[in-house]
């Protein structure tokens, strides 16, 4: 990423490929993260921000923050009319599909739906002739794509079960037990295929994308699940007890999104472990990441500073303990092998004054949002717009977050419509007040903002993305063909250049 385009004001929209408008049952790569990335342009926005893109799992309620990989990419946004294109699928096979519900992601649906295509693209691949790009996508990612493809086959082998209680010649990673079984060896070339589906399509968005001016925004989860390619291939880095079991698990204490606290059930990591190495797994981590988007934003920072950490077999989160994290001693690393590296870091939930004063020492952006800008706090409001600094990033809202009318109509107490409307200077309704926090966002002293689809289209909380602490029913909302009008692009446009953020055409390349 350029200096400039680093340095000056911008906006964009956040909006999870899932989220992509489809008729094929969620989001995906294709046509439709063109014509998103198209609107983005024409509304004059330099940013597009995208959650985790890692592989989701129905048990762990298809959250993209408690990942089967740190490093594959979700195969389930894999475009079928893009592989179409490529002769590895026809078009009536893709468009001989069940119902999918409009504006909500199907995900065992899709799944199924998918497997089958995914079946019939691996077979025509493998019998053409190997393109140059697959071998070299196959050899630059082999430090992560044979522990997962590996993985991944042996998951869809032994069902529901964890690895832990795999048969012990595949639980402890015996390769001879691998080499013996043609159906694993030829799962694990059809996953390779479906890495390098993926990771091609994804590189093609983000070209098209930075061609029009556009920086892609990524996330980069803090855990990964204890069911992952990860905790299985490198238990040394966990606090695992001699069986693999979990001696503790991952979460937060009580703050402003779960009155008891979040019980994640993530392993934790073995800190000092890792610093053996000189930390080496979170530096590829990283690069990778680095190699996708243009920014990452590193989800549960305060969790470098200090994580919770819960005994295993905890019922609620309150049992849990606050235990000191790498902090210097992993940044330091990372800021020597990145020293340019373009970081958001997500300092949200409980934190203490050490987290702040670490993030502002690392120079690095921190998280401003709107909706937790009026409460008991007063003036003294960090996220208050009025108290925003230039390197931070303010939102309406996130992930986790309500939307702004859903705050506003379901969440939001009368002291704090009290105090946003002296804010304002005027009393706003439910119909337009989601356009009173864009407006907060864009005249905001904060270099980046960023915002929610589902703010700016003024959607209730229907259109939520996540509930934190529920298990089931998020990361469903998807956006509907024809909400992003041409009029609210031009409206859009309108107010980022009132606000110095839209980027010139001297200005839109990177």
Known sequence: MSEKA????????????????????????????????????????????VLALNPT?????????????AFAGNTMVISCELLAREGLLGRGEIEKKPFFEPGRVDFRRVGSYKRRLFGLAYERFRARRRP???????????????????????????????????????????????????????????????QYAFFRQWVGLKKYCNERGILLIGDIPFYVSYDSAEVWAHREIFKLDKAGKSVSWAGVPPDYFSRTGQLWGNPIYAWGDLKKNNYRWWIERIRH???????????????????????????????????????????????????????????????????????????????????FAFDDKGLEN??????????????????????????????????????LFEYLGRRVSCRNVHLEFVRMAMGSAARMAVIPVQDLLGLDSESRMNHPGRKRGNWRWQLRRGQLTDRVADKLAELTETYDRAWGDTERSI
């Open 132 to 194: 140059s790009d697959y071998e070299r996508f196959c050899d630059e990612n082999r430090y992560w794509l044979e522990e997962w493809a590996v993985y991944s086959a042996l998951c869809n082998r032994f069902g529901s079960a964890a690895w832990s209680d795999w048969p012990r010649e595949f639980r402890d990673r015996d390769k001879k037990a691998f080499a013996s079984e043609g159906e694993i060896k030829d799962a694990v070339e059809k996953e390779k295929f479906l």
């Open 6 to 49: 680093s340095s000056r004001r911008s906006s964009g929209l956040l909006l999870h490929i899932t989220s992509l408008p489809s008729g094929w049952g969620i989001g995906d790569l294709g046509p439709a993260a063109y014509r998103f990335a198209d609107f983005l342009s024409r509304a004059k926005q330099g940013l597009w921000q």
């Open 289 to 371: 990441n680095l190699g996708l988007f243009d920014i990452v934003r590193m989800d549960h920072f305060r969790g470098f500073v200090a994580y919770w950490e819960v005994p295993a077999g905890a019922k609620t989160a309150r049992s849990g303990r606050w235990v000191k994290g790498p902090k210097e001693g992993l940044f330091n690393v990372v800021l020597r092998h990145f020293p340019r590296a373009a970081i958001i870091v997500e300092d949200l939930g409980y934190i203490t004054p050490d987290v702040r004063e670490f993030v502002g020492r690392l120079g690095l952006a921190g998280m401003k949002v709107l909706q």
């Open 382 to 419: 960090p996220d208050l717009p009025r108290n925003h600094i230039e390197n931070c990033v303010v939102y309406t809202g996130t992930h986790d977050n309500n939307t702004v009318r859903g705050w506003f109509e379901k969440e939001a107490k009368d002291e704090q419509k009290r105090e």
């Open 57 to 69: 799992t129905e048990s762990r309620g298809h959250s993209p923050y408690d990942c089967v990989s």
